[in-house]
C-alpha cells in the first residue's frame, strides 16, 4: 500500500469514528434529558392526582362528617376522581386497593396479605396488564415497550382513610424515543455524507503535501536511468526539502565520480589505442620481412642479414615496449618499498651505469652532489628507473659535446602547509559561512626538500607540448625518438614514479637551450 | 611491365621491407619519408602509383592526399590506424585501396597489382616462356596454339604470372582468386594447380613447395 494511502486511510478511519462517537454520545445525552423531563412531567402529574384522591377523601369525610369512611365510599369517591381524568387521554391510571403485610420479600418486593383488587382503570384500553407493576416499590418509574409504543409507568401507594389504594399512572412516551431513533438516523446519515466530503478533501490534502515526495522519486528515477544532470527541485524548507538537498548531494557526487571514471576509461582507451599503433609499427616491419624471407625463391646471404637484423632490431623495439609498460604496470599497481637511503650512495650506484652509456653516445655527465650527508626516503630500485629514464631522454634530445647533469641538492621551500587539505577546507565550507578567517587553516612554514634534477643541453621542448610530454605516447619528434627505440613511455613512467613517491614532476625548457626535469623528495633524517 | 613506386613512409625499417617487397614484385621505387617532399616528388609525375602512410611528420597522408592536386596518380593508403572511419575518409577522398598494418608482402604485392590494373598502367599481355596471356580477352596461347581455360583457372594463372619466383600459399591462393577469406577447401586450389600443369604443361615450373604451398619459377629448376 502507498504512503498516501496509509495517510488516507488511517485519518479517515480516526475522522469517522471520533465524530460518530461524539455526535452518539450527545444525541444519547439529549435523549437521557427527554425522558429525564418526561418521568419529572409525569411524577408531577402523578404527585397531583394522589393529592386530589387524598383531598377528595378528606372532603367527603368533612362533608359526611365520619372519621372514617367505608371500603365502598372510599372506593366510589376514589373511582368518581378518576372518571374525571378520562378527558385526557395521556394519562392512564390504574388503581387498586392492597393490603400489606408491611414486609418486603428478599428481592425488596413489597408483600401483600392477599391479592390486590383492580378498583378502577381509565383510559387503559386492551392492555390492562399493570399488575405486575404492584410489586415495584413506590414513585419508581417504570419504561416498557408494549405493541411498538413505549410507556412510562409511575407507581404509589396512597393511603385513603386508612386503606391502602395502589396507584398506578402511564403516559405515552412514544414520541421521545421515536424523536431518538428518527435523529439517530439522521445523525447516520449527516456521517456518512460528512466522511465522504472529509475523504474527498482528504484526498486532495494528502495528495498535495505528498507531491514534492512524488516529484522526487520521479527525479530519482530519472537519475537512476542515467540523466546524471537532473537535479531535483528544493522548496520551502519541510521534511522533503531536505531529503531533495541529500538527494542533489548524492546525485552530485555520483555525477563527479562517473565523470572522473570516464575520464579514466577515455585515457586507457587514448592509451590503449596509442599502444596498438605503437606495436603495430614495428610488427609490420617483422611481418613484413619474415614474410619476404619465407616466400622469396632465391635470397642472396647479404639480403638475408639485412632483413633478419631488422627483424632483431624491431623484435627488441616490441620487448623494450613491453618492458617499459610492465614498470609502468608496476609503478601504478604495486606498493612501493621505501627506504632511507643516503643521496651520495645513490648517486654513485646509479654513475656507475650510467657513465658508459652516456660516453658512448659522445656525451658527458657531470655528477653535482651537496658537501654534507643528505637522506631520502625512497624506493631505490623505481628511483634508478627515474634517473636511468631522464638521462635516457636527455641523451635523445643532446648531440655529441653536450653536457648532461645529474644534481641532487638540498632545497627549503616555504610552503602553505598541506596545500590540498586547505583547498578541500575551502571547497567543503563552500556555501556555509564562514566564521574562522582562511589564515587560521593555512600554516605557513619551512619544509625541507632534496631536490633530484636531471640537465641538458639538448633541443628543448616548446612551451605548448611542455603539458603534453608526460602522456603515454607522446613523442615530440617520432622519428628522432624511433632511432633510439623509444616508445614514448619514459617520461610517462618518470610521472608515474614521481607520483608513487607522493610529488611529481617539474620540467623547465627553453627551446634550443635545453631540458631541466626534477622531483623534490621530502627530506629525511639519517640514522646515523 | 614494371610500374615506379613512390613508397611515403617515415619508418625506416617499415620503408626498406616495402622496398625489398616491391623489387620482389619487380617494381621499381623511391622512398620519402615526409609528407612536404612526398607532395612535391607527387607532383613530378614519374610514379604510376603511391603508396601513402597517413602518420607522417610535418603533413599527414591524409592532407598530402588534398594537396597532391589533380594528378591521376593512383594511391594506396597505408596504416596502423585500421578503424573504420579512417578507412571511409581515405576511399572517400578518392584512394585506390587501403592497407592495413601490418601486412604480407604477397597481399600487397596483389593490391598494388589489382590497383594498376584497374588504371590501366599494368600491360594487358602477359607472357611466361611460351605461354601467352590476353588479360582483356581472356585468351590463353601454348606455342601459339589456343588452351581453353576455366575462369577460375585464367585468374589463377594471371596471379602465378604476377607472382613469379614467390610463393604462394594456398589460403593466399583461395583468398586473392576465389576471394574466400577463410582457409577452408584448399583441395579446390590443388585441383586447379593440376587442371593448369596438366593444360600448359607447366609440370617443371609449377612446383609444390612443401608445407607452404605453390610457386611459379623463372626458369626450370636447376
Given at each position: 500500500m502507498k504512503l498516501w494511502q496509509k495517510i488516507f486511510l488511517l485519518t479517515l478511519t480516526l475522522v469517522i469514528i471520533v465524530v460518530n462517537a461524539s455526535s452518539l454520545a450527545l444525541l444519547t445525552n439529549n435523549h437521557h434529558l427527554a425522558i429525564e423531563r418526561e418521568q419529572q412531567n409525569a411524577l408531577a402529574r402523578h404527585n397531583y392526582l394522589d393529592l386530589e384522591l387524598r383531598s377528595s377523601i378528606i372532603f367527603t369525610q368533612l362533608m359526611e362528617r365520619k372519621m372514617h369512611l367505608t371500603e365502598d365510599d372510599t372506593q366510589r369517591v376514589a373511582s368518581s376522581v378518576l372518571e374525571?381524568?378520562?378527558?385526557?387521554?395521556s394519562m392512564r391510571i390504574s388503581l387498586y386497593q392492597v393490603f400489606p403485610t408491611g414486609q418486603q420479600s428478599a428481592e425488596g418486593d413489597i408483600v401483600y396479605l392477599r391479592l390486590p383488587v383492580l378498583i378502577m382503570s381509565v383510559?387503559?384500553?386492551?392492555?390492562?396488564?399493570?399488575?405486575?407493576?404492584?410489586?415495584?416499590?413506590?414513585?419508581s418509574s417504570v419504561i416498557e415497550e408494549v405493541g411498538g409504543m413505549t410507556y412510562l409507568y409511575i407507581v404509589s401507594t396512597v393511603l385513603l382513610s386508612d386503606q391502602h389504594f395502589r396507584l398506578i399512572t402511564s403516559f405515552d412516551i412514544s414520541t421521545t424515543y421515536e424523536l431518538f431513533r428518527v435523529d439517530f438516523n439522521q445523525v447516520r446519515f449527516i456521517g456518512v455524507i460528512s466522511a465522504l466530503i472529509v475523504s474527498g478533501m482528504l484526498l486532495l490534502l494528502v495528495r498535495g503535501l505528498l507531491s514534492p515526495l512524488r516529484n522526487l522519486s520521479g527525479t530519482t528515477r530519472l537519475i537512476a536511468s542515467g540523466d546524471l544532470e537532473k537535479r531535483a527541485k528544493v522548496k520551502g524548507n519541510d521534511e522533503v526539502a531536505a531529503v531533495a538537498r541529500s538527494l542533489n548531494t548524492m546525485a552530485d557526487s555520483i555525477e563527479s565520480n562517473v565523470k572522473s571514471l570516464e575520464e579514466l576509461a577515455e585515457s586507457r582507451r587514448v592509451f590503449i589505442s596509442n599502444l596498438a599503433h605503437e606495436m603495430k609499427t614495428p610488427l609490420t616491419s617483422i611481418l613484413g620481412f619474415a614474410d619476404i624471407l619465407r616466400v622469396k625463391r632465391d635470397v642472396s646471404d647479404e639480403e638475408r642479414v639485412e632483413y633478419a637484423s631488422v627483424i632483431v632490431s624491431e623484435t627488441k623495439r616490441l620487448q623494450e615496449l613491453s618492458g617499459k609498460l610492465m614498470e609502468l604496470l608496476f609503478v601504478g599497481n604495486l606498493q612501493t618499498t621505501p627506504t632511507t637511503v643516503e643521496v651520495h650512495e645513490f648517486a654513485s650506484e646509479l654513475a656507475s651505469v650510467l657513465k658508459p652509456i652516456v660516453t658512448s653516445h659522445s656525451l658527458d655527465l657531470v655528477i653535482e652532489l651537496p658537501d654534507e650527508p643528505l637522506y631520502i626516503k625512497i624506493d631505490k630500485e623505481l628511483m634508478k628507473s627515474f634517473v636511468f629514464n631522464l638521462v635516457n631522454n636527455s641523451i635523445k634530445a643532446s648531440s655529441p659535446g653536450d653536457v648532461i647533469r645529474f644534481i641532487i641538492e638540498p632545497t627549503n621551500l616555504s610552503i602553505q602547509a598541506s596545500l590540498d587539505n586547505a583547498g578541500e577546507d575551502l571547497e567543503a565550507r563552500g556555501d556555509t559561512a564562514t566564521?574562522?578567517?582562511?589564515?587560521?587553516q593555512t600554516f605557513v612554514g619551512q619544509m625541507e626538500f632534496v631536490k633530484i634534477t636531471v640537465v641538458d643541453e639538448g633541443i628543448g621542448i616548446p612551451a605548448d607540448e611542455i603539458p603534453l610530454i608526460?602522456?603515454?605516447?607522446?613523442?615530440?619528434?617520432k622519428a628522432r625518438t624511433r632511432k633510439h627505440?623509444?616508445?614514448?613511455?619514459g617520461l610517462a613512467l618518470c610521472a608515474e614514479i614521481a607520483q608513487a613517491h607522493n610529488s611529481e614532476l617539474v620540467i623547465k625548457s627553453v627551446q634550443g637551450r635545453g631540458t631541466a626535469v626534477s622531483v623534490l623528495l621530502s627530506r629525511e633524517e639519517g640514522d646515523g | 611491365m614494371s610500374a615506379h613506386i613512390l613508397v611515403v613512409e617515415d619508418d625506416e625499417n617499415i620503408a626498406r621491407m616495402i622496398e625489398a617487397a616491391l623489387t620482389i614484385g619487380g617494381y621499381t621505387s623511391r622512398i620519402c619519408q615526409d609528407g612536404l617532399s612526398a607532395v612535391s616528388e607527387i607532383g613530378s609525375?614519374?610514379?604510376?602509383?603511391v603508396l601513402l602512410?597517413?602518420?607522417?611528420?610535418?603533413?599527414?597522408g591524409f592532407q598530402v592526399f588534398e594537396s597532391?592536386?589533380?594528378?591521376?596518380t593512383p594511391v594506396i593508403f597505408l596504416t596502423a590506424m585500421g578503424d573504420v572511419p579512417n578507412k571511409v575518409k581515405g576511399l572517400r577522398m578518392g584512394a585506390e585501396d587501403y592497407i592495413v598494418k601490418p601486412f604480407e608482402a604477397v597481399e600487397l604485392l596483389a593490391r598494388i597489382e589489382v590497383a594498376l590494373r584497374r588504371t590501366h598502367k599494368k600491360s594487358k599481355t602477359l607472357g611466361y616462356q611460351n605461354i601467352v596471356i590476353e588479360t582483356e580477352k581472356h585468351e590463353v596461347t601454348l606455342d601459339g596454339q589456343p588452351v581453353i581455360l576455366t575462369p577460375k583457372e585464367f585468374d589463377l594463372l594471371v596471379f602465378f604470372v604476377n607472382n613469379i619466383d614467390i610463393a604462394l600459399t594456398r589460403e593466399q591462393l583461395l583468398s586473392q582468386?576465389?576471394?574466400?577469406?577463410?582457409?577452408?577447401?584448399t583441395r579446390t586450389v590443388d585441383t586447379h594447380i593440376q587442371q593448369l600443369r596438366k593444360k600448359l604443361n607447366l609440370h617443371g615450373s609449377l612446383v609444390t613447395i612443401a608445407r607452404l604451398g605453390y610457386r611459379l619459377e623463372s626458369q626450370r629448376s636447376r
Open positions: 374525571r381524568q378520562q378527558d385526557d387521554p383510559n387503559q384500553g386492551s392492555n390492562a396488564s399493570t399488575t405486575n407493576l404492584l410489586y415495584e416499590p413506590d414513585f566564521n574562522t578567517p582562511l589564515v587560521d608526460v602522456e603515454p605516447f607522446y613523442m615530440l619528434d627505440g623509444g616508445a614514448g613511455l | 609525375g614519374k610514379y604510376d602509383l602512410d597517413i602518420m607522417l611528420p610535418k603533413l599527414d597532391k592536386g589533380d594528378t591521376t582468386v576465389w576471394g574466400y577469406s577463410f582457409s577452408g577447401e
